[in-house]
């Protein structure tokens, strides 16, 4: 694929408007090493916010399977990277899913594609863990799923209360991840030792 067609429209405009950040940071734009930077930065920017032009709904519809396999389903240690909303600053860590299937189960790498479209997008925390566990529960209808996200941000770390090593964890599930039993089987199998394979 062209790497340049994935770029959507308004790059140009979003690249001036770097230029003019540049300027007011007390840069200057026009020497060597900054010529390309507004171009480079609205790709960057663009990158990490194309979770907006994709359907996560989607990407999981169109690979749905029936199986009778009526236990649970981990998917853990999910790298991502988002940006927090409220300085667009990168949050980054790990997430975890599990689901209990209902008749029907999906790719495993369709689970990780709809992290990464929903974390490319800007976020707190919390909303992306909801939208991850809404997105499993409305397509796939299972039993129940849950999701566990452990994140580290850099609006905490490079600037204001500058906490290197805080880690937040949210948490989010439906259906039978009600019961503290179905709760406890997932946080037991996550903490289980999976650097044997
Ligand atoms: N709940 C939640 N808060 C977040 C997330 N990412 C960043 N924040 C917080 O958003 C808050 C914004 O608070 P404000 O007081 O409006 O912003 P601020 O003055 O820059 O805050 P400080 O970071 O404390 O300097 C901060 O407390 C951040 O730590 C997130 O994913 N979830
Ligand atoms: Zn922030």
Redesign the pocket.
């Known amino acids: 694929m062209n790497p340049e067609t994935e770029f959507r429209e308004g790059l140009d405009e979003l690249a001036e408007h770097y230029t003019e950040v540049l300027k007011l940071l007390g840069e200057d734009p026009e020497r060597e090493g900054l010529v390309k930077t507004p171009m480079r930065v609205a790709k960057a920017m663009q990158i990490l916010t194309r979770g907006y032009t994709q359907d996560a709904h989607k990407v999981l519809t169109d690979a749905l399977f029936e199986e009778k396999y009526n236990q649970m389903v981990i998917v853990k240690d999910i790298d991502f990277f988002s940006m ?4 667009m600053l990168p ?1 980054y860590g790990k997430v975890h899913v599990a689901y209990i299937p209902n008749g029907k189960i999906t790719g495993l790498s369709k689970i990780a594609r709809v992290v990464d479209i929903y974390s490319h997008r800007l ?6 863990t909801q939208q991850i566990k809404d997105c499993i529960q409305e397509t796939l209808n299972p039993q129940g799923v849950m999701v566990v996200i452990e ?1 580290k ?1 850099m ?2 770390q490079m ?3 500058e906490k290197q090593n805080s880690i ?1 964890t949210t948490s989010d599930y439906s259906g039978v991840f009600n019961s503290l039993n179905t709760r406890q089987e997932f946080m037991s199998l996550l903490r289980g030792e999976s650097k044997r394979i």
């Open positions: 927090c909303e409220h300085h949050f976020q707190v925390q919390e909303r992306l994140a941000h609006c905490m600037r204001g209360v937040t």
